[in-house]
């Protein structure tokens, strides 16, 4: 039995949830549905998640909501309408929406994960009713009633263990099930969503709670390919590919399936399988633990990912035992995390996403560091994104590294940080973000010459 998730891109208006329909008709086995809320229809649209943070913000706010309230409602009516969904039906949907903002919430963090949620827990309840209205016997399954419990961290929340049992009995209902992703409930029955993206998480939980043979992730891309296909023009497809490329790939900016949404795949070694839902007949991208033998390329992909700033500590001498733990401790006491922390004989870079500063934050990150450290030199660089350089068939290959830094200087690229981990399945370099497109592109003709 399979799991299939369908993105915001496939259940964005009436004709792509047709095809959602025609997906799931064609294979008895996709029995769990999971979906996400109505995504962009064109360029320029917002997604409903997007509606849905503005309309907490201005509940937070206190500014008037028609406006915000009928721009989600009319977003749900074009898919009812189309299928023809009773008024009673398509009303329950839009009283949910206007009473948002009636229940109680134990703070704004509960609100806004609870608005959000709804993009997705609506969508469900109406494609549920659009399954029936198209002959199959389908129901709403709501992640507190599937077991789908979470961590208490209510916009940023993990899946705690236990759920995958509890899941686990709904494995033999013989119906489909639609649930909802993005979102389960903590212990105390509250609403916390994953991070963004994070219906793709939902997928893979559901999978391997069921015991799925198969987690089918429906997007809008044929399948994924060796660069991003909106930096890289006709990029070559990856049919195929590790559970450890597509983990780093994912992190390194592959936004089209989620790197935590993995680690349950891997967790159950169930195989992913990337498709298109405006295609479905085309082959996708396969995920699994088997390497590929002898691949075409050493290189199977080649992301990158913005907004990254670093924080360069310089002191003779340094201690690097008590000075990281000093960096750590200070880090943790503001809530931030790290990513990177690459160092010589004398400095140290933390490497870490910007948007967790505020200019005021880093003002005060910065004094705590100089009264802890002692420094001889310390500043912060913005605006770093990090290349990432990813495939298995690298490893043991020599002449790989000097290949990609002599496409990047032909660049005139500069390279602030550049780091090999020990698996050699990755090489990732830091460099100025204005520069990000043209080294994907560069390294792409590098690495896949005669494409
Ligand atoms: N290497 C890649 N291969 C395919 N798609 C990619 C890649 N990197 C980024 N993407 C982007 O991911 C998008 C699909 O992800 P997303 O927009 O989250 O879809 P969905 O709405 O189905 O969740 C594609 O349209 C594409 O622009
Ligand atoms: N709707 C949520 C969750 C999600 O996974 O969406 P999508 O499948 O459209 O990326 C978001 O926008 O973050």
Redo the contacts with the bound molecule.
């Keep these: 039995m399979k799991v299939v998730k ?5 259940l ?1 208006n009436a004709a792509q949830v047709q095809k959602v329909v025609n997906i799931i008709k064609a294979d008895d086995q996709r029995r769990f549905v999971v979906v ?1 809320a109505p ?2 229809r064109f360029a320029g649209d917002i997604k409903v998640t997007d509606l849905l943070i503005t309309y907490a913000n201005d509940v937070i706010k206190q500014r008037p909501l028609d406006d915000i309230t009928n721009q989600i409602i009319s977003r749900y009516r074009e898919i009812a309408q189309a299928f023809h969904i009773s008024d009673d039906d398509f009303n329950e949907i839009k009283a949910a929406i206007i009473k948002l903002p009636d229940h109680s919430y134990q703070d704004n963090d509960y609100l806004m994960a609870a608005f959000k949620a709804h993009g997705e827990k609506l969508n469900a309840v109406l494609f549920a009713k659009v399954l029936t209205s198209a002959g199959l016997n389908a129901k709403y399954l709501d992640p507190k009633d599937a077991g789908l419990v979470v961590t208490d961290r209510p916009n940023d929340a993990d899946i705690i263990p236990e759920s995958y049992d509890r899941l686990g009995e709904w494995a033999s209902s013989s119906i489909i099930r639609v649930i909802p992703g993005f979102f389960g409930y903590n212990l105390q029955g509250q609403i916390c969503t994953f991070s963004r ?1 994070g ?2 998480i939902t997928g893979a939980i559901v999978a391997r709670g069921v015991h799925a043979t198969k987690y089918e ?5 044929n ?9 890289v023009e006709n ?1 070559i497809a990856i049919h195929h590919m590790t559970f450890r490329e597509m983990r780093e ?1 994912a992190y390194a ?5 989620h790197d935590e949404a993995l680690i349950p795949a891997i967790q159950g070694d169930i195989e992913v399988v ?1 498709k298109n ?1 405006n295609h479905p007949s085309e082959r996708g991208t396969s995920i699994t633990s088997t390497k590929r033998v002898n691949p075409a390329y050493p290189v199977s ?1 080649i ?1 990158s990912s913005p907004d990254f700033c670093g924080i360069y500590i310089r002191k003779y001498m340094l201690d690097k035992k008590s000075y990281s733990q000093k960096i750590l401790n200070i880090l943790a006491q503001y809530g931030l995390s790290y990513e990177h922390m690459p160092s010589g004989i004398d400095d140290l870079t933390v490497i870490m996403k910007q948007d967790q500063l505020t200019p005021d934050l880093e003002d005060l990150l910065i004094r705590e560091l100089v009264i802890a450290l002692h420094p001889d030199e310390i500043h912060i660089t913005h605006d770093y994104a990090l290349l990432m350089v990813v495939g298995e068939g690298m490893l043991n290959r020599t002449g790989l590294m000097s290949k990609a830094t002599d496409a990047l200087a032909r660049q005139n690229v500069k390279l602030v940080m550049v780091n090999q981990g020990a698996s050699e399945i990755s090489m990732m370099f830091g460099i100025q973000q204005d520069k990000a497109d043209a080294s994907v592109q560069a390294l792409y003709d590098a690495f896949f010459p005669d494409l």
Excluded: E, Q
């Design positions: 369908f993105g915001g891109s496939s964005a996400s995504g962009k993206g219906s793709d992730n429906f997007t809008d891309v399948a994924i390919y060796a660069a991003n296909p909106k930096v990029p790939l900016g592959f936004s089209v399936f990337v839902t992909g992301a």
